[in-house]
Every structure is written in structure tokens, then in C-alpha cells.
């Protein structure tokens, strides 16, 4: 059966309920004034939500595009935004920031391209935190179960799965729908990357590019699959955004796109209820 849930509580562990888990903020962190801003805006517009930001984007297109301001500053930043009631998501990407991370974010996130790495895996699990992992752009969704396999068997079975759509030709990605099933039939959590599945990678040349238009519908489709949460990157001028502004929702669009997903999330409960009850 698929684990359902509703939010992250600060114990680190997922509340047996329906509602839709929101995973929102800025692709990295580029200032500790921005990042305090980001999230006292999102929690004014959502509430309850994990707040996630990355301290390093090691795996950007350029040599020369911005990284963030890495693992000791990024971690003291996101803990001070902890430390105003926020649950933190944050990428790790060698086993050695697993530990360190994992004394301030409630997630560790596993990077789509290094979502087959099992020593980042074990670290990430031996933590005890909970950890979301990204699949790949080249892996199935049959094939992904096999990376939560490697962190459960540290003993830790707090493992999220994530979309973010798959390889389709150069600089493309196409999101398919099925895989979705697949992997919340397989036993874990999925949410969707509403906004990386719109990305254009090296798209743009130096950097990736990206087709926002499409972040509300995919997210939508998604929903009616019946996803546990959607993880949206915003920003409030994603044209200046050092990294992945152009799939990034504008800020100001936010509180209507949620308004919208959450009445499609109503709807598909509703519809699944109907059905379990043959009426």
C-alpha cells in the first residue's frame, strides 16, 4: 500500500493524513537576508511547509554559473531559519555532509544525478533524518525503489521519492504520468517537482533553460494521479535568479497556483472516496 501523509512534523517523521505536502523555495540560497524573506512570505502564504534551499548546486551546466555559499555558511543560514519554526530541506552531495546537514535540515535531499550513488544513500539513511530522493532524468520508475532500498536498509525507512521528469532527446524532459503509480506502488511517498520537470537542461546555452507555462499543468496532472506532495522552486525575480530562474515559479503567482492545486487535490480525494465506497 502507498504511505500517505499529510505534513512534516518536527520530529521528523510523516503524519498518517491526506493532505498535500508543499516542498517550496529558492533553488539555492543566495543571501541569508533573501532567504529570510523567501520564507516568511511562503509561510504567509501557506503555513505549514518545508522550507528547502541548497547550499551548493555542484552540478551546474557552466563552470562560472554560481554554486551558492557552500556547506558551513549554507548549514548556518538554514539554521537560523529552523530556528523560526521551519521545516528544512537541503541537497547533500558526498557522503561527508550527510551528518553535518542532517544537525539542521529534517530532509536530506539526494540529487537526480546522484540518486544511484549508495555510499551517499547509506550516509544520508545512517543519519536518521528523512531523505527525499530525486530520480534521475535516466532512470525508470520501476528501477527508483532500489535507491530507497539502500536507505532503508540502514534501518531508516523515512525515504520520499520524487519526479522531476526523465530524458526525452537533447535538452528535454518529458514527465510521464505513469511513473507516478509506479512508484507509490512500490511503498513510498511521491511528490512531484512541478518545476524541474519544466526545466530545459543547457538549454540556454551556458546555463538551462525552462518553460514555466507548464509547471501548473503538470502539477495538476500529478495531482490526479495522486502524488503526497508537490516541491515547487520560486522566486520573486526569477529573471535575476542565479540558478534555474527560468523554471522557477514567480513568487507572486504562488498563493492563486496553490489555491487551484489544493481545489484539485479536494476533487481527487473526493473521487477516490466515491469510488472506495461504490457510490
Keep these: 500500500m502507498p504511505i500517505e501523509y499529510s505534513a512534516l512534523d518536527r520530529s521528523g517523521r510523516l503524519a498518517a493524513?491526506?493532505?498535500?505536502?508543499?516542498?517550496?523555495?529558492?533553488?539555492?540560497?543566495?543571501?541569508?537576508?533573501?532567504?529570510?524573506?523567501?520564507?516568511?512570505?511562503?509561510?504567509?502564504?501557506?503555513?505549514?511547509?518545508?522550507?528547502?534551499?541548497?547550499?551548493?548546486?555542484?552540478?551546474?551546466?557552466?563552470?562560472?554559473?554560481?554554486?551558492?555559499?557552500?556547506?558551513?555558511?549554507?548549514?548556518?543560514?538554514?539554521?537560523?531559519v529552523r530556528a523560526q519554526g521551519f521545516s528544512i530541506l537541503t541537497d547533500i552531495?558526498?557522503?561527508?555532509?550527510?551528518?553535518?546537514?542532517?544537525?539542521?535540515?529534517?530532509?536530506?535531499?539526494?540529487?537526480?544525478?546522484?540518486?544511484?550513488?549508495?555510499?551517499l544513500l547509506i550516509a544520508a539513511g545512517r543519519t536518521g533524518r528523512m531523505v527525499n530522493i530525486k530520480k534521475g532524468q535516466f532512470v525508470a520508475p520501476h528501477d527508483i525503489h532500489r535507491a530507497a532500498e539502500k536507505v532503508a536498509s540502514t534501518g531508516n525507512r523515512q525515504v520520499i521519492l520524487t519526479e522531476r521528469g526523465s530524458c526525452f532527446g537533447y535538452n528535454?524532459?518529458?514527465?510521464?504520468?505513469?511513473?507516478?503509480?509506479?512508484?507509490?506502488?512500490?511503498?513510498?511517498?511521491?511528490?512531484?517537482?512541478?518545476?524541474?520537470?519544466?526545466?530545459?537542461?543547457?538549454?540556454?546555452?551556458?546555463?538551462?533553460?525552462?518553460?514555466?507555462?507548464?509547471i501548473e499543468p503538470l502539477a495538476r496532472a500529478a495531482v490526479a494521479t495522486g502524488v503526497d506532495g508537490i516541491f515547487v522552486e520560486v522566486h520573486d525575480r526569477p529573471e535575476q535568479a542565479p540558478s534555474d530562474g527560468a523554471n522557477a515559479l514567480r513568487l507572486n503567482l504562488l498563493a492563486a497556483f496553490r489555491r487551484r492545486i489544493e481545489e484539485f487535490?479536494?476533487?481527487?480525494?473526493?473521487?477516490d472516496l466515491l469510488n472506495d465506497t461504490g457510490a
Design 17 to 80: 493524513a491526506r493532505p498535500l505536502v508543499w516542498i517550496i523555495g529558492p533553488c539555492v540560497i543566495e543571501s541569508e537576508q533573501h532567504v529570510y524573506q523567501l520564507a516568511r512570505t511562503l509561510r504567509e502564504v501557506f503555513g505549514d511547509f518545508v522550507f528547502k534551499a541548497s547550499f551548493d548546486k555542484a552540478n551546474r551546466t557552466s563552470n562560472d554559473s554560481y554554486r551558492g555559499p557552500g556547506l558551513r555558511e549554507g548549514l548556518r543560514i538554514l539554521a537560523g
Design 172 to 214: 528535454n524532459l518529458v514527465v510521464d504520468m505513469r511513473g507516478l503509480k509506479i512508484m507509490r506502488d512500490a511503498g513510498w511517498p511521491v511528490v512531484f517537482d512541478a518545476t524541474h520537470s519544466v526545466q530545459l537542461p543547457g538549454g540556454a546555452g551556458a546555463q538551462s533553460g525552462g518553460q514555466p507555462e507548464f
Design 93 to 119: 552531495h558526498e557522503p561527508a555532509q550527510a551528518e553535518p546537514a542532517a544537525e539542521v535540515a529534517d530532509i536530506l535531499q539526494i540529487p537526480a544525478f546522484l540518486c544511484r550513488q549508495t555510499d
Design 265 to 271: 487535490h479536494r476533487l481527487t480525494q473526493s473521487l
